[in-house]
């Protein structure tokens, strides 16, 4: 359970606004005159049973705990939280200071982009540059692409960094923890890259994140990387994503390659849809960050022992449940030559080759590990089975695993009946990186009609399901019934809310974790990484239409019924027929809008009907 979960459990509405504001019971609700806007007779009322509040007066608005506590304080919802849960006696993990931590952020990206236009105008202008231009000229890289990517090279100089970006008053400090220089044992500071070509590394946002540093010569080592910084983690980067993610949308799928140069060559043949992980093996920060983007990734890599330990190790993340829904592919390279090589001799090789030597990452582990065994020995046989079983019970997808369970029988030629026996005992076996064990016995994955996530863990499935919706695709940004969505108060959570609000404000999932209060990074990552089963784009918009629909019924519904809650209390009480009339007023306007609802579910079940 959240924190926030276990401070809403804790605490009781009704106790938390009768601070405020003094309530009278009313049947099954307090009503009381609203804390928030003045008036003679009380329009306020609370729901213990929901534990919500709403003001049918003036204010027209209502939500939950936090919500209240937040406008009634004019705080935040980091501060209403902490505020309720010093109340309720839950302990927030430790506070870290987004302020100051955000400032130092701005700083090192701002210090790193000095720093790209630095080497970059070195590589332009500069007479030492010289050979880093005739290496590029060598490699067949044009002018735009030098730009685009904004390429540089870095002076045969322990301090010319350093010191030009001292004269424009970055802190030593800074610059240290930017990265950008490294310090001796005795603690005195130089440049960290000398006569070296030098890429720029961007985030998806366009910012300059770190550098990759490249010799120009044979002298080891060939690249140097920037440190991990506050702003830099490689673990979690993709080189050239912030200019390959309009292809990789539009074409609905991403080529990952392993080094700069074959991004480079890529995108200056057209080849957008390119980027390159920034070691070896590709990692799940890596793959959740492409997830948003597509859900069809290629891994392009030479069939060096290298590429082949990436391909394992790229196994465990395709069948991480909640990881991702994709099938990952491969495509194997020409022995001896990477993308670079490939793209230059022959640029429409590449699509071909893509088309048709990619599969799937599971299909090449097979080829892998069989290709050094002897399959006609009873040892080998018996090898493979223990090296391939492992990885076929960790599919969660039943037909995919009966299908490689059928195509493990087939290669070791035993039965797929004594097989299957020995999956269970994999199975039942020291769980490795498998979820709880009931979890896996659920047979929820069977159903093809089980499209819908399992969000048992939420409190409000529904505005959960747009949210996980929203974040892992944001193309529904664009989507028809996005404005629907921004016009009204859906989200009765708060914290579902406070998303909602950050993510109106920021395309990338990185800034809506910036905008929110670190007690909902939890919730928030829980709803980027839910694993939604794979569909087809006009799938995951007809979910979301759908969702969008259910979310205005659920509020329209819920404002009926206090709406006649209030009618009635009002005509006992004697109310005057303004106040009586202007309730039914509101009374025909939802009605109206629930017409709409309606007619809008029906004109869909006819569509999917058809
Ligand atoms: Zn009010």
Not at 395 to 410: N, P, T
């Given at each position: 359970?959240?924190?926030?979960?276990?401070?809403?459990?804790?605490?009781?509405?009704?106790?938390?606004?009768?601070?405020?504001t003094?309530?009278?019971k009313?049947?099954?609700t307090?009503?009381?005159?609203?804390?928030?806007?003045?008036?003679?007779?009380?329009?306020?009322?609370v729901?213990?049973?929901?534990?919500?509040?709403?003001?049918?007066?003036?204010?027209?608005?209502?939500?939950?705990?936090?919500?209240?506590?937040?406008?009634?304080?004019?705080?935040?919802?980091?501060?209403?939280?902490?505020?309720?849960?010093?109340?309720c006696?839950?302990?927030?993990?430790?506070?870290?200071?987004?302020?100051?931590?955000?400032?130092?952020?701005?700083?090192?990206?701002?210090?790193?982009?000095?720093?790209?236009?630095?080497?970059?105008?070195?590589?332009?202008?500069?007479?030492?540059a010289?050979?880093?231009?005739?290496?590029?000229?060598?490699?067949?890289?044009?002018?735009?692409?030098?730009?685009?990517?904004?390429?540089?090279?870095?002076?045969?100089?322990?301090?010319a960094?350093?010191?030009?970006?001292?004269?424009?008053?970055?802190?030593?400090?800074?610059?240290?923890?930017?990265?950008?220089?490294?310090?001796?044992?005795?603690?005195?500071?130089?440049?960290?890259?000398?006569?070296?070509?030098?890429?720029?590394?961007?985030?998806?946002?366009?910012?300059?994140?770190?550098?990759?540093?490249?010799?120009?010569?044979?002298?080891?080592?060939?690249?140097?990387?920037?440190?991990?910084?506050?702003?830099?983690?490689?673990?979690?980067?993709?080189?050239?994503?912030?200019?390959?993610?309009?292809?990789?949308r539009?074409?609905?799928?991403?080529?990952?390659?392993?080094?700069?140069?074959?991004?480079?060559?890529?995108?200056?043949?057209?080849?957008?849809?390119?980027?390159?992980?920034?070691?070896?093996?590709?990692?799940?920060?890596?793959?959740?960050?492409?997830?948003?983007?597509?859900?069809?990734l290629?891994?392009?890599?030479?069939?060096?022992?290298?590429?082949?330990?990436?391909m394992?190790?790229?196994?465990?993340?395709?069948?991480?449940?909640?990881?991702?829904?994709?099938?990952?592919?491969?495509?194997?390279?020409?022995?001896g030559?990477?993308?670079?090589?490939?793209?230059?001799?022959?640029?429409?090789?590449?699509?071909?080759?893509?088309?048709?030597k990619?599969?799937?990452?599971?299909?090449?582990?097979?080829?892998?590990?069989t290709a050094?065994?002897?399959?006609?020995?009873?040892?080998?046989?018996?090898?493979?089975?223990?090296?391939?079983?492992?990885?076929?019970?960790?599919?969660?997808?039943?037909?995919?695993?009966?299908?490689?369970?059928?195509?493990?029988?087939?290669?070791?030629?035993?039965?797929?009946?004594?097989?299957?026996?020995?999956?269970?005992?994999?199975?039942?076996?020291?769980?490795?990186?498998?979820?709880?064990?009931?979890?896996?016995?659920?047979?929820?994955?069977?159903?093809?009609?089980?499209?819908?996530?399992?969000?048992?863990?939420?409190?409000?499935?529904?505005?959960?399901?747009?949210?996980?919706?929203?974040?892992?695709h944001?193309?529904?940004?664009?989507?028809?019934?996005?404005p629907?969505?921004?016009?009204?108060?859906?989200?009765?959570?708060?914290?579902?809310?406070?998303?909602?609000?950050?993510?109106?404000?920021?395309?990338?999932?990185?800034?809506?974790?910036?905008?929110?209060?670190?007690?909902?990074?939890?919730?928030?990552?829980s709803?980027?990484?839910?694993?939604?089963?794979?569909?087809?784009?006009?799938?995951?918009?007809?979910?979301?239409?759908?969702?969008?629909?259910?979310?205005?019924?659920?509020?329209?519904?819920?404002?009926?019924?206090?709406?006649?809650?209030?009618?009635?209390?009002?005509?006992?009480?004697?109310?005057?027929?303004?106040?009586?009339?202007?309730?039914?007023?509101?009374?025909?306007?939802?009605?109206?809008?629930?017409?709409?609802?309606?007619?809008?579910?029906?004109?869909?079940?006819?569509?999917?009907?058809?």
């Amino acid at each position: 359970m959240s924190v926030i979960d276990e401070v809403k459990q804790r605490t009781d509405i009704v106790e938390v606004i009768s601070q405020y504001t003094k309530l009278t019971k009313a049947g099954r609700t307090f009503r009381a005159l609203c804390p928030f806007h003045s008036e003679k007779n009380p329009s306020f009322f609370v729901y213990p049973d929901r534990q919500s509040w709403h003001c049918f007066g003036a204010c027209s608005t209502g939500g939950d705990v936090f919500s209240f506590v937040m406008k009634k304080e004019g705080i935040e919802f980091g501060e209403a939280l902490r505020l309720l849960a010093d109340r309720c006696g839950v302990t927030i993990p430790s506070r870290v200071e987004p302020d100051t931590k955000k400032e130092l952020k701005e700083t090192l990206y701002q210090a790193n982009e000095a720093a790209a236009q630095y080497f970059h105008n070195l590589l332009l202008k500069s007479s030492a540059a010289e050979k880093a231009r005739a290496y590029l000229a060598s490699r067949g890289l044009t002018p735009k692409t030098i730009t685009d990517f904004q390429l540089g090279y870095s002076l045969n100089s322990w301090e010319a960094l350093k010191q030009y970006l001292l004269d424009r008053s970055y802190a030593e400090s800074e610059l240290l923890e930017a990265g950008l220089l490294a310090a001796t044992e005795d603690g005195k500071t130089h440049d960290r890259w000398r006569q070296r070509l030098i890429f720029p590394i961007k985030d998806a946002r366009g910012r300059t994140t770190g550098f990759g540093a490249r010799v120009l010569d044979d002298s080891l080592p060939k690249y140097i990387n920037s440190p991990q910084t506050p702003i830099f983690d490689k673990s979690a980067t993709l080189y050239g994503l912030n200019l390959a993610a309009p292809a990789i949308r539009q074409q609905d799928s991403v080529v990952i390659v392993e080094g700069y140069m074959d991004v480079l060559t890529a995108h200056q043949n057209g080849f957008n849809n390119v980027v390159a992980s920034m070691g070896t093996a590709i990692t799940d920060k890596q793959v959740n960050a492409l997830k948003r983007l597509t859900r069809n990734l290629a891994l392009a890599l030479d069939a060096d022992s290298a590429g082949e330990e990436a391909m394992l190790r790229c196994v465990d993340f395709e069948n991480t449940p909640d990881r991702i829904g994709s099938e990952i592919k491969v495509i194997i390279l020409p022995t001896g030559k990477d993308p670079d090589d490939v793209i230059r001799e022959d640029p429409p090789a590449w699509p071909r080759l893509i088309g048709a030597k990619a599969i799937p990452v599971i299909d090449y582990t097979f080829d892998m590990v069989t290709a050094k065994l002897d399959l006609t020995t009873a040892r080998d046989k018996s090898l493979a089975a223990d090296r391939l079983l492992p990885i076929i019970a960790q599919i969660k997808d039943v037909v995919r695993r009966a299908h490689y369970l059928q195509k493990l029988a087939r290669l070791v030629k035993v039965s797929e009946r004594n097989l299957e026996a020995a999956l269970k005992q994999v199975k039942a076996g020291p769980a490795k990186r498998l979820p709880t064990a009931d979890k896996d016995k659920e047979p929820r994955q069977v159903g093809v009609g089980t499209s819908r996530p399992d969000l048992s863990g939420f409190s409000s499935p529904v505005e959960e399901y747009c949210l996980v919706l929203l974040l892992q695709h944001p193309e529904l940004r664009d989507h028809p019934d996005t404005p629907i969505l921004l016009s009204g108060e859906y989200f009765e959570n708060s914290e579902n809310r406070e998303i909602f609000t950050a993510w109106r404000e920021t395309p990338d999932i990185i800034g809506v974790r910036e905008r929110i209060d670190s007690a909902m990074w939890e919730h928030l990552d829980s709803l980027v990484n839910k694993n939604i089963p794979p569909t087809s784009r006009g799938q995951i918009e007809q979910k979301y239409a759908n969702c969008v629909l259910r979310l205005r019924e659920k509020f329209l519904r819920n404002l009926e019924k206090q709406r006649e809650a209030i009618l009635t209390l009002e005509a006992e009480a004697g109310g005057t027929s303004a106040e009586l009339a202007k309730l039914q007023e509101q009374g025909i306007e939802i009605s109206t809008e629930l017409k709409e609802v309606f007619a809008q579910k029906a004109k869909r079940g006819q569509e999917l009907r058809r």
